[in-house]
């Protein structure tokens, strides 16, 4: 591993997106410290350690207790529905768009799934440093989610079923490139699956307005009012599940158990399941 000065230069230099990268590896950190962790990652604990002087952005934000666990629940629903997805298609692909430095296929590997973690040639770079490169069936495309190249290997690989998910991700990008994205996925495999989380209109202005005065440099710029307005985005897309992050009954999101009963933000953070249209015959 490289030396610590080394390590601690690489990630000060990470900015816009890329950088919103160390977020989730802060509190998979964080978390997996506790005697009752939600889930263990001493990758990220070991990181965390060497690039201490780097956090104190992250720290700046002042998460607390329910912001750590709501991260952590969801970065789990997504472990869920990988494995729901491969327990129903023992052959298949997954697409991991802005992986950053989760180590989520080692979590779900079921032994047969052929992998692909997508992100920035810069994040990628710091993956095979830090974390680890590839394997036989476990693949790095280092590229923007919205450049044409990687939907080209990944074509590949049909006519096996696809998943494609995406985690703390797409609230980054403009609503018009947000539907491309949709698009392009539905013309290049249809009846593939689509996993990602999304926030309400609401809580995109309230993180932003969050955020300001911190170093973190990268805002929110699309929320999701409702799931079914994805459907109209192109033919044969079809909701398949939603699932809300301050429904759940877990103790220690501590004082965001309430707001279920809060209209406005009890659906503020969602994931949402689509299948994006039907394979061809």
Request: glycine residues 6%.
């Given at each position: 591993?490289?030396?610590?000065?080394?390590?601690?230069?690489?990630?000060?230099?990470?900015?816009?997106?890329?950088?919103?990268?160390?977020?989730?590896?802060?509190?998979?950190?964080?978390?997996?410290?506790?005697?009752?962790?939600?889930?263990?990652?001493?990758?990220?604990?070991?990181?965390?350690?060497?690039?201490?002087?780097?956090?104190?952005?992250?720290?700046?934000?002042?998460?607390?207790?329910?912001?750590?666990?709501?991260?952590?629940?969801?970065?789990?629903?997504?472990?869920?529905?990988?494995?729901?997805?491969?327990?129903?298609?023992?052959?298949?692909?997954?697409?991991?768009?802005?992986?950053?430095?989760?180590?989520?296929?080692?979590r779900v590997d079921d032994g047969e799934?052929?992998?692909?973690?997508?992100?920035?040639?810069?994040?990628?770079?710091?993956?095979?440093?830090?974390?680890?490169?590839?394997?036989?069936?476990?693949?790095?495309?280092?590229?923007?989610?919205?450049?044409?190249?990687?939907?080209?290997?990944?074509?590949?690989?049909?006519?096996?079923?696809?998943?494609?998910?995406?985690?703390?991700?797409?609230?980054?990008?403009?609503?018009?490139?947000?539907?491309?994205?949709?698009?392009?996925?539905?013309?290049?495999?249809?009846?593939?699956?689509?996993?990602?989380?999304?926030?309400?209109?609401?809580?995109?202005?309230?993180?932003?307005?969050?955020?300001?005065?911190?170093?973190?440099?990268?805002?929110?710029?699309?929320?999701?009012?409702?799931?079914?307005?994805?459907?109209?985005?192109?033919?044969?897309?079809?909701?398949?599940?939603?699932?809300?992050?301050?429904?759940?009954?877990?103790?220690?999101?501590?004082?965001?158990?309430?707001?279920?009963?809060?209209?406005?933000?009890?659906?503020?953070?969602?994931?949402?399941?689509?299948?994006?249209?039907?394979?061809?015959?």
């Amino acid at each position: 591993m490289p030396e610590q000065n080394e390590m601690s230069e690489t990630v000060r230099e990470l900015s816009g997106v890329a950088e919103t990268l160390l977020i989730p590896l802060y509190v998979r950190a964080v978390e997996s410290q506790r005697p009752d962790a939600l889930l263990k990652d001493e990758n990220a604990v070991a990181l965390l350690e060497a690039w201490k002087e780097s956090f104190a952005r992250i720290e700046a934000l002042k998460l607390d207790e329910g912001d750590r666990v709501a991260l952590v629940l969801r970065n789990r629903e997504l472990d869920r529905r990988a494995r729901t997805f491969m327990a129903h298609h023992r052959k298949a692909v997954v697409v991991h768009i802005g992986c950053g430095l989760d180590a989520r296929f080692e979590r779900v590997d079921d032994g047969e799934i052929e992998w692909f973690d997508l992100d920035l040639p810069e994040v990628l770079a710091m993956r095979k440093e830090f974390v680890g490169g590839e394997g036989p069936r476990h693949h790095l495309l280092a590229s923007s989610v919205f450049d044409q190249g990687w939907l080209d290997i990944v074509a590949a690989h049909r006519p096996l079923p696809m998943l494609f998910l995406a985690e703390g991700v797409l609230m980054y990008f403009e609503e018009a490139q947000v539907r491309s994205l949709v698009r392009s996925l539905l013309e290049c495999f249809p009846g593939a699956e689509l996993v990602f989380d999304a926030f309400s209109p609401f809580l995109v202005r309230m993180n932003n307005r969050r955020m300001r005065g911190t170093e973190i440099s990268a805002r929110y710029h699309w929320g999701l009012k409702r799931a079914k307005n994805i459907e109209t985005w192109g033919p044969g897309i079809s909701l398949l599940e939603e699932w809300f992050l301050f429904r759940r009954p877990e103790p220690r999101l501590g004082h965001y158990r309430w707001v279920r009963y809060v209209p406005l933000l009890a659906k503020a953070i969602g994931i949402f399941h689509y299948r994006l249209g039907q394979e061809p015959a």
